[in-house]
């Protein structure tokens, strides 16, 4: 009775402490547990089993586009990050050396790889001789290192996993429709798949990627009011392209160096759903990402009543299989325990078998999002679970849009902008003049962040002041305190 009680003891308020409740949900849903190497974590296998949904259904959208896979070594010689300058400055800080291998001290220090640019770079500078050989469009799953100060299981941890993708163009432009091609791509998978509604556009010149030319992002907005950037696309333009010679003989004779492009989307996205879905009672998970959508928990007061509960629950169990990732709660802990463990867990659905659903031939289903139990006709399963399933998939997507809508302002004063970062919580949206020591200034002053620039801007133009400088306006923008 100790263990049951201990699991089921309340977590923390999520508005009494945000981070409290997400570390213990993340730990209770056994999604993660901490490594002995600082900063590491350990992906437990519930937490896996999302992370192995979110790779198959995010990896069909990029196969879509014509991208394929590949793998690339994870040591890259220190040389090669020196070879752009820019991005070497941007990953200086966080790049973890290897210095010695087999006893001996190594010729050169090699790097665990914080991003790819540079070897793979290095490798399509070799493939890529002609124009006939364009474009080149790969993507890798895999783990990198970026040796982080303070971190937060699946939110920022020294090593991830992610997929970073890696794609060569005859063209610039050619190179900036892929790179908005690929938000494209996130932005989809975040609002279809995940249910996390985002806002996709642009990065300042203070926040682009180390290296780029332009970086575009998708921002969410967490259960806390925080901003997360949950993808991040970049066009390199020649930059790198440049530094390690990538160059093709095009169509007119003449030898031009491609244009490249990176993009990637990691585990980070796993927080990001806890964050936003999450509730009092833990997880709540979209269906298209849950590792089991049903269920299903067994439920019977006397032994005579077992087998045959038992048998309709093996019915069912049969008819669903392969239409929808069904799991059978066969453990000996209580029917309560299981409904709170499930719920802990985030399944998008429950099903409950007892005596009288058997006698009615029926079984009681009920909603993670709202708790709301409807008994259905086992004849009728079949067709309504995925119904149900698609309507809680929508409900969790809508409610996060409200949410987000509820929490962002618009304000052209500095002072109720101030106002706003400091005692309510959200996105602020502004008039903005883009101006890189204003944005550092406004950071400093407040703690907020330039999210995003949005591709949805005013028709014809922004009209006004920026809300800092009081030059003319150029674009609006969304600040925000973030992850």
Not at 53 to 67: G, H, I, P, S
Not at 146 to 169: P, V
Not at 274 to 279: L, S
Not at 316 to 343: I, Q
Request: proline fraction near 4%; glycine fraction near 6%.
């Amino acid at each position: 009775m100790d263990n049951e009680e201990k699991y089921v003891e309340e977590i923390a308020d999520q508005e009494d402490n945000f981070s409290k409740w997400y570390n213990q949900v993340v730990r209770k849903a056994e999604l993660a547990d901490y490594a002995p190497v600082r900063g590491c974590m350990i992906i437990r296998p519930y937490g896996y089993a999302i992370w192995e949904n979110l790779q198959r259904l995010l990896d069909a959208r990029f196969k879509e586009t014509d991208v394929v896979n590949a793998y690339f070594p994870l040591l890259i010689p220190r040389s090669f990050l020196e070879r752009e300058a820019e991005h070497v400055e941007g990953f200086a800080p966080e790049v973890a050396w290897v210095t010695r291998g087999g006893g001996e001290e190594l010729e050169e220090p090699l790097a665990i790889r914080p991003t790819s640019e540079t070897i793979i770079g290095h490798t399509y500078a070799k493939w890529i001789q002609s124009y006939r050989d364009l474009p080149v469009l790969i993507n890798q799953w895999n783990n990198v290192m970026r040796w982080e100060k303070r971190t937060t299981l699946f939110l920022r941890t020294s090593e991830f996993l992610w997929q970073e993708g890696h794609t060569a163009h005859r063209t610039l432009d050619e190179a900036e429709e892929r790179t908005k091609q690929m938000l494209e791509v996130y932005r989809a998978f975040a609002e279809e798949d995940a249910a996390i509604p985002v806002i996709a556009g642009r990065k300042s010149e203070n926040e682009k990627f180390a290296g780029a030319l332009r970086t575009y992002s998708i921002e969410a907005m967490m259960g806390d009011g925080k901003a997360l950037q949950a993808g991040t696309s970049h066009n390199l333009g020649n930059n790198f392209a440049k530094s390690f010679d990538i160059q093709y003989l095009d169509s007119d004779g003449q030898r031009k160096y491609c244009a490249t492009t990176s993009w990637g989307m990691s585990t980070r996205m796993i927080g990001g759903l806890i964050m936003v879905h999450g509730d009092s009672s833990g997880l709540i998970l979209p269906p298209r990402l849950a590792p089991y959508q049903v269920v299903i928990v067994p439920i019977w007061r006397k032994e005579a009543e077992k087998s045959a509960v038992l048998e309709q629950v093996a019915r069912v169990e049969k008819m669903l299989k392969g239409k929808v990732r069904v799991k059978v709660d066969m453990s000996e802990n209580t029917p309560g325990w299981k409904y709170n463990e499930w719920e802990m867990r985030g399944v998008p659905v429950r099903m409950e078998i007892g005596p009288r659903d058997v006698k009615n031939n029926s079984v009681m289903l009920v909603r993670r999002d709202n708790r709301a139990k409807t008994p259905i006709s086992v004849d009728a399963l079949e067709t309504h679970l995925p119904e149900l399933l698609e309507e809680v998939q929508q409900a969790l997507f809508q409610r996060a849009v409200e949410f987000r809508k509820q929490n962002t302002y618009a304000t052209d004063s500095y002072d109720e902008f101030k106002e706003i970062i400091a005692e309510k919580r959200g996105f602020v949206r502004v008039k903005w003049a883009e101006d890189s020591a204003a944005e550092l200034a406004i950071k400093e002053e407040t703690k907020a962040t330039l999210r995003v620039i949005p591709f949805d801007q005013p028709e014809g133009g922004v009209q006004g002041k920026c809300i800092y400088t009081g030059k003319p306006a150029t674009c609006e923008a969304i600040f925000a305190r973030a992850y």
